[in-house]
Structure formats: C-alpha cells, structure tokens
C-alpha cells in the first residue's frame, strides 16, 4: 500500500451495541472499494474482519480489527469493533485513537446499551460522529423512528443527510439530501428522487439546510436572508457543525445487502476529520514534566501511541501503534518514554484484519503495527530519544468477573504463569494476580465470557488447559472480647528436656489493624533472648484460626508471665508454649469469622433502580447513596463478596444489558451467625475429605 499525506487519511472506528452490522458493514466496505472481490458472511465466518477462531465459531467479534482501503483518492483506516460488552477494553483502544466515528444503530432495535455507552466515550474524547441506521432491509425496521429516538435521546444534533427509499424487503437505495438525487441498486447508481418522496425529502432538506448553516455566521446570514445556500455550502456548513460536534450527520443502509455503501463511505471522506482537521495533541516531556503540543506534520519529532498488543504464537507479539507526529520507518531505532527504553524497529506493517502487508515507512496520522518489540506495551508512547514526549495512554475499566484458574496437569502448571501474563499484556482489562490467603491464582475480566475466551485463547495459542471455578472467599477470624491464656511446654525424660511456659493476654484490635505483639514482663520471669521465640511461635500460629482455619487478624498478643528452667528451657520450647497459648486464647475470647465486603457501583437507567435495589438486598448489601444522572441512576453499595461473585450475569439479566457496575475491596466484616454455622460446617467437612 501507496504512503498517504496526512490531510488524506480518515482514522474511523465502527461503534454499537453487539449486533448492528458492524462487521457486515466493514465487509461491504472493502467489497465496495475493490478490495475483496467477495462479501463474507459472519454467521459463515468468512468475514475480513473477525478471523480469529474465537470470532468465527461465536459470530461475534471479540477484538478491534483494522481494515484499511483507499476511496475517492483518500486512505480511510477503519477500525471495527466489539459490540458486546465483556470487550469494552477493544472499544476503549479504539476510541483512543480515532479521528471520527460512525456509530451504529439496528432500524429495527433502535437505540440499545452499547449504543449509549460509546456515544459516552466518543463525548469525552470530543470524536466527532456520523450516525448509520443499519439494517434498514429487515422486517419491522423504520428509519424514522430509531432517528426519533436518537434526537430524543442525544439532542437536536442528530440530522438526516439521507432518507431511505422503501424498508425493509422493499428497500432500494437513499436519498441524498445535499445533492436532492437518488441513489439506487447495489451499486448506487445516481437516479432522480422518486415522486412519491419529493415532498418528504424537501421538508428534510430544509431542516438540513437550517441545521447546517446555523454554526457558520456567513451562511446563517445568508439563509436568513431568504437566499439559498449552494450545494457546496451546504456541504461546508455539515463539515463544520460535524467537527465541532455541534451536528451529527444520519445516513441509511443495508450493509449485509450492500445498498447505500458507496454513498456512506463519500460521507466519511466528506464529513469526518482527518489528523490535521482534528488539529494538535498533548503530549509531557517526561525530563521536564511540562507540557507540549505536536502537530500532525511529518517534519515534527516522531511521536506514536502503541494501543493495542496481541500475542501471535508464531509472529511473536504484534504491537499496533497510532503515529501521531513525525515518521515512523522500518529497520529503526525508537526510545519508549514510559519504559525509558530503547527499542529496535523491524518490518512496519499495514495490517487489514490477518493480513500484514510490510511498508517502509507510516506518515503523521497513520495506524500500523510492528513485531517482536521487547519492551513496549498498550498505552507506551515511542518517540525520539532526543525528543522524548509521553502521549495520554488509554483508561481502561475495572474488571467486574472473577473466576479462580487450576491447571489441568502438571504440563499445564509449568507453563501456566507465563501464558496468564501475556494473555493479560495482550488485553489490559484482563487481571491476574495470586490471593495470598486462599493460594489461588485468579484471573478477572469484565464478564464470564470475556474470561471463558481467554482461557480459550491460551490453550489455542500456549497449550494450557485450565479448569475454571468460583473464587474461594478469603475469611478471615478473629476474637470478639479480652482474654488471658496459660500454657506451660514441658518435655524432661533424663538428659536436657524442653521447657518453656508462657501467659498470653489476647484482645481484639479496631478491624484493619492487623497483629501487634507486645511484652511486659518483669524481673526476667522470661529471659530476653526467648521473647522473640514467643511472638514468632504466636505469629505461626495466625495464619490457621480455630472455626475453620481461617487465618486470624485484627489481635493484640501481650506476653506478661511466664517461667523458665536454666537447663531445659530453648527458644523451641517457648515457642510451642506462647502458639498453644494463643490458640487458647483464640478459643477463649469469643472467635468470630470475618468477611471480605466490596464497595459497589451500579449504573442503571432509571425504570432498573427498583429491582436492582430489591436484587441486592437479597445479597447482603447496604445502600449507601444514590445519584440520578440524566435518566441514570448511580447506586453506591457495600456487599460481601460471597454474596456477589455471579453479579456480572444476575445485573445483566435484571437490566436487559443495560446495567453496568465496578467493585473494589472496602474492609472486613463479621459474618451473621447463622452464615457463619454454615461456612465452618463446609470449611470443616472439605479438610476431612
């Protein structure tokens, strides 16, 4: 593929709720430019786009994929994305770095979750947007009412440019509300607008035309002046509200039938902004710590954004990068800021979705990818180490799914670590990490599917099979009130015996405080050296409490008594004496379990909050405040996490999909009574078998 100058690139990314026509409208797109000679069908898994074998055997894509073509003389990168939730962290990279966006939307469903949720990422990086209503072939469809819906959803900038001509089996083609012709047939073929639709189509034109010259002081002057404005301004005037973000442009197709295409990807071309269009970006000198702009310009200091890395079992790890000043060539030396750390460039690729296409060089603007980088991960900057600057990297949502990962065998174990880790480079919504108190490994992402693929994912590409269960829950125990506990050790059988005894006083500290140990002991009744073999015998004995052997927390441990033999006593003895003691204590002083509780964060639209609230208060959980925000409802919750490891599937079923929440760990609290019975039970019959 030809270097393209940076005014002639249009970085576009594919966004909607799961099932719009996404990959079936990048798929007519590289028919439509010539790139393929055939359309692929997702449900046949022969698109360009989803060809990883996760895509293909689910219909639904699971990875951003990049698909670039050229048209009416321009390179516009389209980047298609996930539209299931659990792959949000694909849309964050993509939104990242895009210049534009063409926002999905099914003529039959209308406005869904995942619709809303990326016109909320595309508004807080300011992406100016065109909206498509797809699928407009299909039963029930109705253009009309799904643009209902977004001017009442996101506001009066929401404009049609095109109506559809006939729906659904009857659909042909659009009009064009600019140019007021036709476009009819598979290939759009320019027609005159059918009479039957001249009048609808002028009153539409008129709100374009009002729409359109209402950002722009010359053309509103004009227009209401009574003159009509010309083709070409009006076309001015949608280009100007469309960057500004002031309009978005609504466009119709079939993309699975490949109607409208062309006249869809001549908007793009038109309306959407290239690199220069969106104009300079921040970037810190990590020496200076101050700030700095760079320009879209191939003869500025090189600066590229690395937004996504996937790890190919015989490529190695492909890293994708957005160029966002300078020129980046292949056979290189760069520097990674982030890491402060050089990096030595191979082959640059053009990448069209497994396709890599090797190319010398990638201007201001462009999107490549390259191999085999040692250092470099998502959101590192790659400049000139004369020049080094660190561009915003990518923020990414919490995972909200946990499930606990054993190897099947003793092959898998081995290679385990090793494959969690570059699973989780390859997608930073994916978290590993051990939890001390139980010794799992743990792997979390944004949903169970989300976490169901990477395992798959690892034994395609490492050879690691794995089973999947339910996190144990870390319990904890502790004392509920003051005590004192004697224990004297005494071995003496002829020769030097064992001897050591010890009085523990044992009381609950604040929860959170953790373990102090504490001695006052007075006239040498212990003798110094042995006081240290006291608090190591009691800290080994925390970690396996007396209810369930739970490791204990939250104690006070005062040694203030004791005896000694001047032969037989050792530091041995005293510390068997002083972990029998504690464990008396612990006996003594009213034990409690404890439980993890989790902070929650639940955003709902508002008809949900009812039964959301009724669903947690099943589980435990104490409301802590709620936010209306704009026919949202933020709910703040704390609930235990026995209560809420499944919360991922039991939300998405309560809200449709439309429900979103994170959690972080908040403190430990007592388990009820009657819980507890039954924790100790379980704990107590899973150590007999």
Request: aromatic share 6%.
């Amino acid at each position: 593929m030809k270097n393209y100058k940076t005014e002639q690139l249009r970085n576009v990314g594919l966004f909607s709720h799961g099932g719009a026509g996404k990959t079936s409208l990048s798929e007519a797109m590289l028919f439509t430019a010539g790139v393929i000679n055939r359309l692929g069908r997702v449900d046949e898994g022969t698109t360009t786009s989803d060809y990883d074998p996760d895509e293909t055997k689910r219909h639904i894509s699971v990875q951003l994929s990049l698909l670039p073509f050229e048209w009416r003389g321009n390179k516009i990168n389209v980047i298609d994305t996930p539209g299931y939730f659990d792959f949000v962290g694909e849309v964050c990279e993509a939104v990242r770095v895009v210049d534009g966006a063409l926002m999905l939307f099914d003529a039959v469903a209308g406005i869904e979750v995942g619709s809303e949720q990326v016109w909320k990422q595309t508004d807080a990086y300011q992406v100016p947007r065109l909206a498509l209503v797809n699928r407009i072939d299909r039963e029930n469809a109705d253009f009309f009412r799904v643009v209902d819906q977004m001017r009442e959803r996101f506001g009066t900038s929401v404009v049609p440019i095109q109506l559809p001509i006939g729906a659904q089996d009857q659909f042909n083609g659009v009009i064009d509300l600019v140019k007021m012709k036709a476009y009819v047939g598979s290939k759009s073929e320019e027609a005159p607008v059918p009479d039957e639709l001249a009048a609808t189509a002028s009153t539409y034109r008129d709100k374009l035309v009002e729409s359109a010259a209402e950002h722009d002081d010359e053309l509103i002057s004009k227009y209401l002046e009574g003159e009509d404005l010309t083709e070409e301004e009006v076309v001015r005037g949608i280009r100007a509200a469309t960057l500004a973000g002031k309009m978005v442009p609504v466009l119709v197709a079939s993309a699975t039938a490949n109607k409208a295409v062309g006249p869809l990807m001549d908007a793009i071309v038109e309306y959407l902004p290239s690199p220069i269009d969106r104009g300079e970006v921040k970037a810190t000198n990590p020496v200076t710590n101050k700030e700095e702009m760079l320009k879209p310009a191939d003869t500025e200091p090189l600066a590229a954004l690395v937004f996504k890395t996937s790890a190919d079992p015989y490529v190695g790890k492909l890293t994708y990068f957005r160029v966002y000043s300078g020129i980046m060539r292949s056979d290189s030396q760069v520097f990674n800021a982030n890491k402060g750390r050089d990096e030595r460039l191979g082959t640059l690729f053009v990448v069209r979705g497994k396709s890599q296409e090797p190319i010398s060089q990638l201007n201001a603007g462009e999107i490549g990818a390259v191999a085999k980088l040692q250092e470099t991960a998502t959101g590192d900057t790659l400049c000139n180490k004369d020049h080094p600057v660190i561009l915003p990297g990518i923020p990414f949502p919490k995972p909200a799914f946990t499930a606990a990962v054993e190897p099947k065998t003793k092959a898998d174990l081995d290679k385990l670590g090793s494959s969690l880790l570059r699973i989780a480079e390859e997608d930073p919504t994916l978290q590993v990490r051990k939890e001390p108190d139980t010794g799992e490994t743990l792997l979390s992402g944004m949903g169970e599917s989300h976490v169901d693929i990477a395992v798959e994912k690892m034994k395609r590409k490492f050879g690691v099979d794995v089973n999947l269960s339910t996190p144990r829950v870390p319990y904890k125990e502790t004392i509920t009130s003051a005590t004192k506990a004697e224990y004297k050790h005494k071995k003496q059988t002829g020769g030097h015996g064992q001897y050591g005894h010890v009085f523990l006083e044992v009381e609950p500290q604040p929860r959170g405080a953790g373990f102090e140990f504490a001695d006052r002991v007075v006239g040498g009744v212990v003798p110094k050296n042995y006081i240290p073999a006291v608090e190591k015998g009691v800290r080994e004995a925390l970690p396996e409490g007396i209810l369930a052997k739970y490791p204990v927390v939250d104690v006070k441990v005062t040694l203030y008594d004791g005896s000694y033999h001047p032969v037989d006593s050792s530091e041995m003895a005293f510390k068997i004496a002083s972990s029998q003691a504690f464990r008396k204590g612990l006996e003594q002083g009213h034990p409690v379990l404890l439980e993890p509780i989790m902070d929650v964060t639940v955003t709902v639209p508002e008809q949900y909050m009812g039964d959301v609230m009724g669903d947690l208060n099943t589980k435990r959980a104490k409301v802590m405040g709620m936010e209306p925000q704009d026919g949202i409802s933020v709910i703040h919750a704390q609930a235990p996490l026995a209560e809420i490891q499944h919360y991922a599937a039991d939300l998405r079923s309560i809200t449709q999909g439309r429900g979103i929440y994170s959690m972080e760990y908040s403190h430990y609290e007592e388990v009820p009574a009657h819980i507890a019975q039954n924790i100790i039970a379980e704990a107590k019959k899973a150590q007999k078998e």
